[in-house]
């Protein structure tokens, strides 16, 4: 399965991929973390989450929370 990580800094758009929501959350956390906004996760069905969302995929999955450090 692959989720896209889509998200803006200072020299445009990003877009990655991860092969799962645990490792998706991770990458947009970090995302967020280093500035970059409008983070976004797309599932493989399509389905669009926005940061402020991104609980609602972890429940669908039962993913644990990642880890700030």
Request: hydrophobic content about 40%; glycine content about 8%.
């Amino acid at each position: 399965m692959r989720f896209l990580i889509t998200g803006l800094d200072t020299a445009g758009n990003i877009t990655l991929n991860r092969e799962s929501v645990p490792a998706a959350l991770k990458k947009a956390a970090e995302l967020m973390s280093d500035g970059c906004w409008n983070v976004e996760i797309v599932t493989p069905d399509g389905a669009t989450y926005h940061s402020g969302e991104f609980d609602q995929l972890r429940e669908r999955v039962s993913a644990p929370a990642p880890i700030h450090r």
